[in-house]
């Protein structure tokens, strides 16, 4: 039976690093015969272009109806400066919101050949084998009220609402206790308990739960000590639940320990295991355009499709060791290149993974 992908490459260097995830997937196609059927939609600036809106219900429905969705990125200072009920942005929320993809799953992994372009010293990142679960359809991304007022003074007043209700807390950490069941069996959850309620509960509905994963180590962190901790010991860690803009900018910071932004692939999953699999990292639009990025991430995305929405974890494993061999070839897009080593542009590298493959 073929297997339904919707391909929305978005804006900035989205395109050049969506179109290498896609010859790497119609490889495998070719050799594993999955029988994939590809099909291409308009998120982000380039919906607004096209639409005047950054998703359409169209083709949110086309992408609900697909066996999984590959994303490149969205957004650029090409459209800063409209509403913001119409950023490239909103596209993005509108999409993973539209189809309940409420978990994030961000692993943040150093492959071996890269302990060199790590921000960290080789000793502090080798072996680095994190997974960051961020809730990604509430908290403060969703709340209302939201908006920006003008008080009776005449000063305007921008304003958001940090959310969650149990049940939203519950799913997410289930998530987490799950994984880490597979994992290491450590969770270290990462809250504001300190200042924030809505933490409060989020800390409370963890301990609830955490009877029933008697083979998991709760441990909860506030999230100011837990960036520092990221950078100062970052294999303290094994599996990491928070919020979803804690996570956005945990999952950011941990990316570095890798070597780049453009190394964090990231799936996102709802209740029945439907997945939108896309690159940590936004559309660079310092360098879009030039050839140079890195499309390892969007790669390694499509490699965790494969594994979590269509049942293929042995080709998915079969690209990341496809990954792994043109390390050691010594191949480094420019955000990964170090001394000794072969500097090659998006294409260069997308077609080595698809040699290698
Ligand atoms: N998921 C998404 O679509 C997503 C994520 C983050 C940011 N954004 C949007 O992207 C735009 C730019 O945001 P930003 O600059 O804050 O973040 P960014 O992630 O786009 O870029 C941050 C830095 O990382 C570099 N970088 C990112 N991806 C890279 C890659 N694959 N290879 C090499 N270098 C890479 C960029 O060149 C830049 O220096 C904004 O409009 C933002 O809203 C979108
Ligand atoms: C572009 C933006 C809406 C998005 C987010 O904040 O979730 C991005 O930063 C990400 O990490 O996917
Ligand atoms: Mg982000």
Redesign the pocket.
Known sequence: MSKKIMILP?????PE?VEQAVAVLKTADEKFGLGLEFSEGLI?GASIDAHGEPLTDAELKKAGECDAVL???????K??KLDRAIR??KG?LKIRSGLGLYANLRPAILYPQLADASSLKPEVVSGLDILIVRELTGGIYFGEPRGIRTLENGEKQGFNTYVYKESEIERIARTAFEAAQKRGGKLCSVDKANVLEVTVLWREVLDRLAPEYPDVELSHMYVDNAAMQLVRAPKQFDVMVTGNMFGDILS?AAAMLTG???MLPSASLNESGFGLY??????????AGQG????L??ILSAAMMLRYSLDMGDVADAIEAAVSKVLDQGLR???IYTEGCKKVSTAEMGAAVVAAL
């Not at 994303?71 to 200072?77: D, I, N, Q």
């Open positions: 978005g804006d900035g260097i989205g690093i982000g994303l490149g990125a969205v957004g650029g200072p459209w800063d490239p942005e993005l950011d780049s932004i453009g896309e690159p940590c990292h936004g559309s660079a639009p310092d360098i140079i990025a890195n499309p991430a969007t897009t420019a955000d």
